[in-house]
């Protein structure tokens, strides 16, 4: 069984910063991917970035580059998501996904493992 925990969600002004974590029950190179995604309501899940393999590659979603970043830890099987320059917008409620990836790193459908999800509200 394979269990993903996010922390570090909260509430921000705009122009502030926050860092999520996801803790991944297992040596995260089982997975080629780890993806962050977010789901604002009534809105369709949203890639936000993915690291492949460990970090060999990273990605990100047009709305977020230059602003988030994703950085693995491997000794402690934890993938960050420092989000820095927060807007309104980026609220929503975000979750971690481990998976291959098939077809797309956007795709939520390519991932078989998710976390609970960490609330991020950004004030403006």
């Known amino acids: 069984q394979v269990q993903l925990m996010e922390s570090g969600g909260g509430s921000v002004q705009a122009g502030g910063s926050l860092r999520l974590s996801c803790l991944v029950s297992?040596?995260?190179?089982?997975?080629?991917?780890i993806a962050w995604f977010r789901q604002a309501p009534g809105r369709e899940r949203e890639a936000v970035g993915a690291?492949?393999?460990?970090?060999?590659?990273?990605y990100y979603g047009d709305s977020v580059k230059g602003r988030f970043t994703i950085s693995p830890d491997n000794a402690k099987n934890t993938v960050y998501l420092q989000m820095n320059s927060l807007k309104p917008e980026d609220t929503a409620m975000y979750y971690c996904?481990?998976?291959?990836?098939?077809?797309?790193?956007?795709?939520?459908?390519?991932?078989?493992?998710w976390g609970q999800g960490t609330q991020v509200t950004v004030s403006s």
């Open positions: 996904a481990a998976g291959s990836g098939a077809f797309g790193w956007v795709l939520p459908s390519a991932y078989n493992y």
């Open positions: 297992r040596d995260f190179y089982s997975f080629p991917y």
């Open positions: 690291i492949y393999r460990g970090g060999r590659n990273t």
